[in-house]
């Protein structure tokens, strides 16, 4: 209901008023007032639109940042102390830890800034501000400019306005467009390439609960991590850590509250959402359930179970594969939520329905029918023909690709271009290039595990996708092993300099392009790669031929059609706000879930048997004896998560959950397994956005893990449950055993006896 339906949207809004109201939307914060700040009033907010959104003053949108470009982080800091995913911060954090010091296991809190660990190629990304620029990238577009000429203007328009605000290198800018091309929006960023490793808990907090957990409610994961983001001395960003570099101060950062959260309590969450595809038509919705997410599961169960038997062999192993696993894992169990939820909601029929009665309405016109009349079968045709192709692209995806001897050969195709221009300085810098991310991969690889992979994954990709879509190289595998994919990798793993370090180094110290072109990975990922680009990509183009203009019909269609929605485009990895309330639900027939959990179910959950439930001696203790220090709610009990239903999904992780004062309540961190098809069809009766309790967070930094000073210095406002603790003692001097005991007696009647072990982790 934008730029492109203006004079309708006056009209409506003279009649109704013109609102976003369910809890469906990931906002653009840009029009937090014009559409969401009334409805946002209603559910509870106390602030202004301003102190959302401002581009001139401090506001929220200061205090949320893109973490790395996959996730979110807020400051709760003066000094640029973040708060994220354990998740989020797990490569980091692995990436620290070995055998002797294995800080992904044990935990970690950096007791002093010096100890505050750097991580090369970590940056975030603060929002300076956004624009809608549909008009400067549409001018003089029109309906009749064929499609080929609208996509070049469009993408030097896009390019030139971002390059534009980038003021040379200052900021990172790019614009974005949204429902399908029809606006279009420019972001400008500060990025900051120097951030710091703070703490974390130890993965059995941080990941309690493992894959099985995974994606599901109820939830009892201490789902959190810390950083610290450094600039130079005038607080300006640096490309990457610079030994001379000081925590940033930001613009805002998030009081924290202790306050707690009730059912129908108001909240919002700022972040950076990845992907959604609501306007995915219904041939869409099918190709993903029946062929696109099969295959991805098929070819991820395989991987996963070879990682997982050679981890359970190694511990050093184990620590090397742990985040590449949790990786794959997350998402394989991920497309299995979203092909069952589909089948169980009907959501290719709901997607049916809605477009016969938008085809209806289209022909009810003949204006319409001229602007929109060939969308739909535009659409349904292009599905089908890409449907031919589309197992080769999930197999080079996550069969070729899925090996990572030939993800790494894709990485040596600079040099082999330099070679071949033979000049000497572009040689010289594609080797230095591959110096660093080749450390990084060998640090983490086993040769032997990822030989089984190769032999599993490209028999697979062997065996299902059509004869006439395969690489040559498989013909080498029939003719000359017999077409044991097993034998053809004895050969490759035998031969190749990508299996160690040190064979690659012998290589790059005097690199030919004969050598290169003669090693086996390479020349597999050769075939692989010019298959799929001289066979593949071109049929892939010719099957989407039409699909970009029909889908910016389709979607302006249904907008026209739904004037009275306020809709909100699909996420795109930029900055939105979406908002709701503590919420509990029914998963299905006979089962109601709570909205929070607490420290009970952690004991209940505990498994000292299985890996994924094992919970810390100290933990145990702490829960047992109930020393929950001022974290506690006002039942007496350690809030652990919660739920809200707000819409968020992959790349909100770690986003600030924001009670209706601005206050931090939460960390987002999973969705829930009954709305699995959330980023292709929202429901409100089902979907939540599971939080760990932000009480539980500060529990784990200051009781468990006894990093006192991290609390101490946020910003605590604790109007909380406890009596005698308001705003004016919150902060950090409170003497902590006064406050227990003054709680536990107001709570309890006096009754309970106060057992308190001393602290021995408090610093
Ligand atoms: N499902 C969560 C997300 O995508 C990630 C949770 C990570 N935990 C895990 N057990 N893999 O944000």
């Known amino acids: 209901m934008r730029t492109t339906h203006w004079a309708k949207a006056l009209l409506l809004t003279l009649l109704l008023p013109l609102a976003a109201h369910a809890d469906e939307g990931m906002w653009l914060p840009l029009f937090v007032k014009r559409l969401n700040h009334a409805d946002m009033q209603k559910k509870g907010l106390k602030l202004t639109a301003e102190e959302i959104y401002d581009i001139n003053n401090a506001s929220l949108k200061d205090a949320v940042v893109q973490l790395g470009g996959f996730c979110t982080g807020e400051f709760v800091s003066s000094q640029g102390l973040l708060l994220t995913n354990h998740h989020c911060g797990y490569d980091a954090i692995q990436s620290h830890s070995t055998p002797q010091n294995n800080i992904l296991q044990n935990g970690f809190y950096a007791a002093s800034r010096a100890e505050e660990k750097q991580n090369p190629g970590l940056f975030v990304d603060i929002l300076v501000r956004m624009e809608d620029v549909t008009s400067k990238v549409l001018d003089g577009i029109s309906a009749t400019t064929p499609e080929q000429e609208r996509m070049a203007t469009v993408q030097k328009r896009q390019r030139e306005l971002a390059d534009n605000a980038k003021e040379n290198g200052k900021y990172v800018a790019y614009v974005r467009d949204m429902f399908g091309g029809n606006e279009y929006y420019l972001f400008i960023y500060q990025r900051f390439g120097d951030v710091r490793l703070v703490g974390a808990p130890p993965e059995a907090v941080g990941k309690f609960g493992g894959d099985t957990d995974n994606w599901m409610w109820p939830r009892h994961t201490g789902d959190f991590s810390m950083f610290r983001v450094y600039a130079d001395k005038n607080n300006q960003p640096t490309a990457t850590p610079q030994a001379g570099n000081v925590p940033y101060v930001p613009k805002k950062h998030l009081p924290v509250s202790l306050q707690g959260i009730n059912e129908g309590d108001f909240a919002m969450v700022f972040g950076f959402p990845g992907r959604t595809q609501r306007f995915l038509p219904a041939a869409g919705l099918q190709l993903t359930l029946d062929q696109t997410n099969p295959a991805r599961i098929k070819l991820r169960d395989t991987r996963l179970k070879l990682w997982k038997e050679d981890m359970d062999q190694d511990a050093a192993l184990r620590l090397k594969y742990a985040s590449k696993y949790a990786n794959i894992a997350n998402y394989w169990k991920y497309f299995i939520g979203q092909n069952e939820g589909m089948k169980r909601l009907k959501t290719v029929d709901q997607k049916k329905a809605e477009e016969a009665a938008l085809d209806q309405w289209i022909r009810a016109d003949q204006a319409r029918v001229q602007k929109y009349g060939d969308a739909l079968s535009t659409i349904n045709e292009a599905y089908a023909k890409m449907r031919e192709y589309n197992l080769s692209t999930q197999y080079v995806n996550e069969a070729a690709f899925g090996t990572e001897i030939v993800t790494q050969a894709a990485r040596l195709q600079p040099l082999a271009t330099a070679l071949k221009s033979g000049d000497k300085a572009a040689i010289d810098k594609a080797v230095a290039d591959l110096k660093e991310p080749m450390a990084e991969h060998f640090k983490d690889y086993n040769a032997s595990t990822d030989k089984k992979v190769f032999a599993a994954l490209m028999g697979l990709y062997m065996q299902d996708v059509p004869k006439a879509q395969q690489p040559d190289v498989f013909q080498t595998v029939q003719k000359q092993y017999g077409s044991s994919m097993q034998k053809y990798a004895d050969y490759v793993f035998s031969t190749s300099f990508l299996t160690s370090e040190a064979k690659l180094n012998a290589f790059l110290a005097a690199p030919t392009l004969a050598k290169l072109e003669a090693d086996p990975a ?64 029914k998963g299905r027939d006979a089962v109601a879930y709570d909205y929070k959990t607490t420290g009970q179910g952690i004991l209940e959950k505990e498994d000292a048997t299985n890996p994924e439930f094992v919970v810390p001696q100290k933990e145990l203790e702490l829960l047992k004896m109930k020393d929950y220090g001022r974290f506690a709610d006002k039942g007496g009990n350690l809030p652990v998560a919660f739920i809200t239903d707000n819409d968020i999904t992959g790349g909100n992780s770690g986003s600030p959950v924001i009670n209706g004062r601005g206050e931090l ?89 106060i057992k308190r072990k001393k602290d021995a982790a408090a610093l």
């Open 522 to 585: 390479y020349k597999t990922y050769q075939s692989v790669y010019q298959n799929y680009v001289q066979n593949i990509v071109p049929k892939l183009q010719a099957a989407q031929g039409g699909l970009g203009q029909a889908n910016r019909q389709y979607v302006a269609a249904l907008r026209e059609k739904n004037s009275q929605k306020v809709y909100s485009p699909d996420a795109n990895s930029t900055i939105r706000l979406s908002y709701g309330t503590v919420r509990p639900y």
């Open 665 to 753: 309540i939460g960390l987002a961190f999973d969705g829930n397994w009954e709305a699995m098809t959330g980023d292709l069809a929202y429901d409100p009766e089902l979907k939540r956005c599971i939080n760990a309790d932000i009480r539980y967070v500060l529990w784990c930094i200051e009781k468990l893990g006894g990093a006192r000073h991290l609390v101490d210095e946020m910003t605590i406002v604790n109007n909380g449950p406890n009596p005698g603790v308001g705003p004016a003692a919150s902060a950090s001097n409170v003497d902590m055993s006064d406050v227990e005991k003054m709680k536990v007696k107001t709570e309890n009647g006096g009754k309970t006896k």
